[in-house]
């Protein structure tokens, strides 16, 4: 499985009220709630994503609440992917669970630009920044977490 587009790029410590938030939590429509997604930290997000865009950002992404809310409203955005150096620990297990790939990269974190094109090989771990040539390597899920990611998330790959 692969993933191919844009950068759109964030610090350290962006937590699930950036993401999405809470004013917005009464919303059940997962596509309506997206519309929402990043709006504290960048007004034009939701404006300027395209499918496969890929988020880059620093230490600790995902801190914060442990609303699953956050990684849907990425996923439901059409973000292919998110590289991080790190991300918080119940974001990271609510991604695998909804379906959304991500991986930690420190190198791929730093060296990434905002718009750079951006192409990741999730079976070998393969980042490429397709703008500077630029490869990085990030350690790739195992193998059942690939299946969990590829059946749309946990739900899915149980009634695989």
Request: aromatic share 8%; with cysteine.
């Amino acid at each position: 499985m692969k993933a191919k587009g844009h950068v759109f790029k964030y610090g350290d410590n962006v937590d699930t009220d950036v993401i999405i938030p809470a004013r917005y939590l009464a919303i059940q429509d997962k596509k309506e709630l997206s519309q929402h997604a990043m709006e504290d930290i960048d007004k034009d997000f939701v404006k300027n994503i395209k499918p496969g865009d890929i988020i880059v950002a620093g230490k600790n992404f995902g801190c914060g609440s442990s609303r699953e809310h956050a990684p849907i409203v990425i996923k439901e955005s059409g973000v292919g992917c998110v590289i991080a150096d790190t991300f918080a620990r119940i974001f990271f297990r609510n991604a695998i669970n909804i379906g959304l790939p991500i991986l930690e990269c420190p190198d791929a974190a730093e060296a990434i630009n905002a718009g750079d094109e951006v192409e990741v090989d999730f079976d070998t771990g393969k980042i490429t920044d397709v703008t500077t040539g630029k490869v990085f390597n990030a350690q790739p899920f195992p193998e059942f977490m690939q299946k969990i990611i590829n059946s749309n998330g946990l739900v899915g790959y149980i009634n695989d």
